[in-house]
């Protein structure tokens, strides 16, 4: 996820030259560059559907777990694997699946971008992408979870351990639901698993 993360950093750094550009050659040049605009959508695309598995990496999106943390550790753990099997199959189906059938189709129709002339398939191409890295994710998850093993923050096996709640909180899953204290206990404890 660190490459996913400076590819992100990357498309978001060309995102804002893009944006910046069409706005100097619109207001002080006063002869708008025609590119930027699609330019700048394209790559907003890529750093929307790339951020949304970078967050899924961190546990970052919104949840609500009030009943799920009201449960005993058995049918918590048994919520949480469902929850991820559902994101696992839901970007597997609609993401990889759906994504690469929009991809390929643009490709055949030989659809492009009207100002810059590039193959519409590129952006579409965004879509199964990150399917796949969400994919993965999940399956680390549901693997983690059913080993009884601490998640990596920053998925695919880097970071630090946290819980699969989706919170800010540290929390190794084991079958007590213990926290580490800290985020340094957290990994002096993934160190001691492996």
């Keep these: 996820m660190r490459g996913v993360e400076a590819v992100l950093a990357i498309l978001f750094a060309a995102l804002l ?3 910046l550009w069409g706005v100097f050659t619109r207001y002080v040049m006063d002869d708008a560059a025609g590119w930027t605009e699609e330019v700048a959508r394209g790559l907003l695309i890529w750093v929307s559907l790339l951020g949304g ?3 899924y990496a ?3 999106h919104l949840g609500i777990d009030v009943l799920v943390e009201a449960l005993d550790t058995g049918p918590r ?3 949480r694997v469902a929850g991820h099997g559902i994101v696992g199959l839901f970007a597997l189906v609609v993401l990889v ?3 690469m059938q929009m991809t ?3 490709f055949e129709l ?3 971008l009207a100002a810059t002339g590039l193959p519409r398939g590129y952006i579409y191409l965004s879509v199964p992408v990150a399917g796949v890295l969400i994919a993965l994710l999940a399956v680390e998850a549901v693997v983690c979870l059913v080993r009884g093993l601490s998640r990596p923050e920053a998925g695919l096996g880097l970071g630090r351990a946290v819980g699969d709640a989706g919170g800010a909180t540290s929390e190794v899953i084991d079958g007590e639901g213990e926290s580490p204290s800290s985020p340094d206990a957290a ?3 993934q160190k001691e698993e492996r």
Aim: aromatic letters at 4%; a positive charge.
């Design 110 to 112: 030989e659809q492009t």
């Design 97 to 99: 699946g759906g994504g």
């Design 53 to 55: 598995a970078v967050a």
């Design 17 to 19: 030259l893009s944006v």
């Design 187 to 189: 990994r002096a404890d």
């Design 104 to 106: 390929l189709r643009a």
């Design 58 to 60: 961190w546990s970052a």
């Design 77 to 79: 753990r048994v919520l």
